[in-house]
T-cell receptor
């Protein structure tokens, strides 16, 4: 159980275009999902917390207008990188929390999406 | 804000050697503690977690970790490593007091097991 998928697994795009990344919880409902960014040989940095049916909470320094998050259902959250630039190239990872209560929080991670902006 | 330190950036061991990876965190309140593993080309997987109770927790694949509150530590151990344990290991802390649900990761430790 507790499987999280991401699509696509990798994407290459031109500078200035937008890219959408999907995160799905396959066998459980996730009221809260998280989006991380991982730079080469570095740790995961939380970008935002995505709550179903409400606005995402962004970490300090993360541009809300650039990284649009939509959590329209209990099993799907999307991250759209708008007007992508080469510096946005990175590995984006989502996670979903199961069960939904913080006191027993365990996050399960997706396989990640490698974004390369040319 | 909480922070997590993993002092060993790259550890190289021979098969059958014992392993201990250090993890220290800074947060004065109640925490949930995790170790995640990332095998080459794969996604993060949960190795073990500590919420409360017995400070010595056992995880998958023979790993265990001990929570020492006085030292703010949660070190990962395995008595005898295998080549298949080659991976990146991340310690993570979730301080859920005051509604803070942020999971903070350490910088990771790359473990290389030599056959």
């Amino acid at each position: 159980g507790a499987v999280v998928s991401q699509h696509p697994s990798w994407v290459i795009c031109k500078s200035g275009t937008s890219v959408k990344i999907e995160c799905r919880s396959l066998d459980f409902q996730a009221t809260t999902m998280f989006w991380y960014r991982q730079f080469p040989k570095q740790s995961l940095m939380l970008m935002a917390t995505s709550n179903e049916g409400s606005k995402a909470t962004y970490e300090q320094g993360v541009e809300k207008d650039k990284f649009l998050i939509n959590h329209a259902s209990l099993t799907l959250s999307t991250l759209t990188v708008t007007s992508a630039h080469p510096e946005d190239s990175s590995f984006y990872i989502c996670s979903a929390r199961d069960p939904p209560t913080p006191s027993t929080d365990t996050q399960y991670f997706g396989p990640g999406t490698r974004l390369t902006v040319l | 804000a909480q922070s997590v330190s993993q002092h060993n950036h790259h550890v190289i061991l021979s098969e059958a050697a014992s392993l201990e990876l250090g993890c220290n965190y800074s947060y004065g309140g109640t925490v949930n503690l995790f170790w995640y593993v990332q095998y080459p080309g794969q996604h993060l997987q949960l190795l073990l977690k500590y919420f409360s109770g017995d400070p010595l927790v056992k995880g998958i694949k023979g790993f265990e970790a001990e929570f020492i509150k006085s030292k703010f530590s949660f070190n990962l151990r395995k008595p005898s490593v295998q080549w298949s344990d080659t991976a990146e290991y991340f310690c993570a802390v979730n301080a859920f007091d005051f509604g803070n649900e942020k999971l903070t990761f350490g910088t990771g430790t790359r473990l290389t097991i030599i056959p």
